[in-house]
């Protein structure tokens, strides 16, 4: 089927289907003062590199779980979505036949040109800009075997993919990446949001946020040259806590639960890692919310309160709240 671009100049495609069991949520705007500060507790485990320099890393939010992390002139980006379409899940009114489309003037402004994209995993907040990112820009992508069969689908060269489970440590010329098999965050009713994986070719090209399955998911620790920092990327509020052991990450972006169901979360998960020296809340926004304008919070996911756990838990631990308008230092503090 052709594509049409709507009045926005957005890319958008046809044929709907449906998506099951969506929780239904509204959105409501972030009172001033409600974010916890950046600078909560002394920070016992020291991040190895904490300025701004020639060679040093910068990490910049794209929202959701999204990361552009850079470092040498290099690019590294984690589950980009940038586009940021309305599909009702924040206003109580949730499409799961919602097109698929790509602000692709949007994307330019934010990505750079990446040689390395990692997906968590497959649902359109992790996956729908990825196809136009890979074209566009011949990055490598990394992700499930689900991820692979969407992207192929939807036109991204098959040797430009590389399929991982978990338990992976890929060397890209100095830029180093753990696969950590992971957990998606469960609902209320203790259950997965969409599931389902692909272990071929999907019947038809996706064209809908419906179209696109869990997929299993994944976690990543990047480190960036031989002296770090080392980045834990988390795409959603669950972990595999054997997986996860022992990994000791300088930053952990650590996905904000919406729900109770995973028992002891917070506390199990700094345990696995260490207590890193500082843990970043990501994927608790309206991420239909576009990226020009002030983060504003889901209002299912208790962002004081996560942060709150954090540091009552591991008191060394400082806790940043990032924005999508700064750009962050190896220690997450912000870079002029």
């Known amino acids: 089927m052709s594509d049409d671009t709507d009045a926005r100049g957005v890319k958008r495609f046809g044929r709907r289907t449906m998506l099951r069991g969506a929780a239904l949520s509204a959105a409501t705007p972030l009172l001033p003062g409600t974010l916890p500060t950046a600078a909560a507790a002394p920070v016992a485990a020291a991040v190895r590199r904490g300025d701004a320099g020639a060679g040093a890393a910068t990490f910049r939010w794209l929202g959701t779980a999204g990361w552009r992390i850079d470092v040498a002139g290099r ?3 984690f589950d980009p979505y940038v586009t940021r379409f309305p599909t009702g899940l924040f206003t109580g009114a949730f499409d799961p036949a919602t097109r698929l489309c790509t602000d692709e003037a949007a994307v330019r402004k934010r990505v750079g040109r990446p040689e390395l994209v990692l997906v968590s995993h497959s649902h359109w907040d992790h996956l729908a800009d990825v196809p136009y990112i890979a074209a566009s820009t011949g990055a490598r992508v990394v992700g ?4 692979y069969h969407l992207l192929v689908a939807l036109g991204v060269d098959p040797a ?6 978990g338990g992976e440590v890929l060397d890209f010329d100095g830029i180093v990446v753990e696969v950590v098999a992971s957990l998606h965050s469960r609902n209320k009713q203790h259950s997965y949001f969409a599931p389902g994986r692909l272990a071929g070719p999907p019947p038809a090209r996706p064209e809908t946020i419906g179209d696109l399955p869990e997929g299993d998911t994944l976690a990543y620790q ?3 040259g031989d002296d770090g920092p080392s980045a834990f990327l988390m795409g959603a509020s669950d972990f595999g806590e054997r997986a996860a052991r022992g990994l000791r990450p300088d930053l952990a972006m650590v996905a904000v639960p919406t729900s109770t169901s995973t028992h002891r979360y917070v506390p199990r998960l700094l ?5 890193p020296g500082v843990v970043v809340p990501v994927h608790w926004d309206d991420f239909e919310r576009p990226l020009d304008l002030p983060p504003r919070t889901d209002p299912s996911a208790d962002l004081d309160a996560f942060a709150a756990l954090v540091r009552r838990e591991s008191p060394a631990t400082r806790v940043v709240v990032p924005d999508y308008r700064t750009l962050y230092g190896a220690d997450m503090r912000p870079v002029s």
Do not use: F, W
């Open 75 to 77: 690019t590294v980006l």
């Open 144 to 147: 499930t075997e689900t991820t």
């Open 160 to 165: 430009r993919i590389s399929v991982v489970k």
């Open 222 to 224: 990047v480190t960036v």
């Open 271 to 275: 345990a696995a890692l260490g207590d």
